[in-house]
C-alpha cells in the first residue's frame, strides 16, 4: 500500500522555521487530497492544513494561518509543511496523510493513508 514518510522535524527556538517532509512511496498517486494534522501530548489529533482533491485551493487551521503553507512537487510525490513564527504551541508530532473520496479535508477519518509523524518541538 501506500507509505508515507514524514521528516524535517526538530527543535527550534520560538519565532523560527523548519520545513516538513512528507514522501509517498509504494504507488504513483496524485498529492492533491494531501493534508497536515498534528498531534501534542494529551491532545487529540487536530488539522493543521490540506490541499482539496482538485489540487486547487488550500485549507488552513486558524491557529496557524497565516504562519505555515503547504505546498507539493507531484513529480516527486511529496508533500511540504513550511512553518514560519513558530510558537511554543507548535510543539506536536506532525503527521502528513492522503484522503480518499471524502471533502471533508479537516477531519481525520476522511484519510486513508498516515505517516509515522516526525517530532516538531519549540522552545521559548
Known amino acids: 500500500q501506500v507509505q508515507l514518510v514524514e521528516s524535517g522535524g526538530g527543535l527550534v527556538q520560538a519565532g523560527g522555521s523548519l520545513r516538513l517532509s512528507c514522501a509517498a512511496s509504494g504507488r504513483t498517486f496524485n498529492t492533491y487530497a494531501m493534508g497536515w494534522f498534528r498531534q501534542a501530548p494529551g491532545k487529540e489529533r487536530e488539522f493543521v492544513a490540506a490541499f482539496s482533491r482538485s489540487g486547487i485551493s488550500t485549507y488552513y487551521a486558524d491557529s496557524i494561518k497565516g504562519r505555515f503553507t503547504i505546498s507539493r512537487d507531484n513529480a516527486k510525490n511529496t508533500v511540504y509543511l513550511q512553518m514560519n513564527k513558530l510558537k511554543p504551541e507548535d510543539t506536536a508530532v506532525y503527521y502528513c496523510?492522503?484522503?480518499?473520496?471524502?471533502?471533508?479535508?479537516?477531519?481525520?477519518?476522511?484519510?486513508?493513508?498516515w505517516g509515522q509523524g516526525t517530532q516538531v518541538t519549540v522552545s521559548s
Open positions: 496523510a492522503l484522503r480518499g473520496t471524502s471533502a471533508l479535508v479537516q477531519y481525520t477519518s476522511a484519510y486513508d493513508y
